[in-house]
Structures are given as structure tokens and as C-alpha cells.
């Protein structure tokens, strides 16, 4: 028996891309001593451009190369 993995919508797949990134940034700019407040504002403004960076070109398309 052939298992596939299940096919996720691609606007799934961009806000899971965002939500990882964006809580990297996240912690990542706790960890350089930004405020809490600031690195939540600059990681939620990252999560909304990567959500829509990913969401917009991040499809493949067949036969482009």
C-alpha cells in the first residue's frame, strides 16, 4: 500500500510558512533585548507580508521553469 501525504489547501500551507517565520522573528528579536511589544508589532506586520508573499508566488506552476 502507497501512503501520499494529504493535500493541504495553499492558503494552509502559506499561513503555516508565516506562522513559523513569524514567531522566529518573534523570539528572535526578544532575544536581542527589543521589547515585547515592539518584536510582537514587527513579527505580526513579518507574518502578514510572508502570508502574502507565500500565499501570492509561492505555488508552483507546472511547466515553468
Do not use: K, N
Request: hydrophobic share 60%; glycine share 12%.
Amino acid at each position: 500500500m502507497h501512503f501520499r501525504m494529504p493535500a493541504f489547501p495553499h492558503g494552509f500551507a502559506a499561513f503555516l510558512w508565516a506562522l513559523g517565520l513569524g514567531l522566529y522573528i518573534w523570539i528572535g528579536l526578544l532575544a536581542i533585548g527589543i521589547s515585547q511589544a515592539t518584536s510582537f508589532v514587527i513579527a505580526a506586520v513579518c507574518f502578514c507580508g510572508i502570508f502574502l508573499l507565500v500565499r501570492l508566488r509561492g505555488e508552483d506552476r507546472p511547466g515553468a521553469r
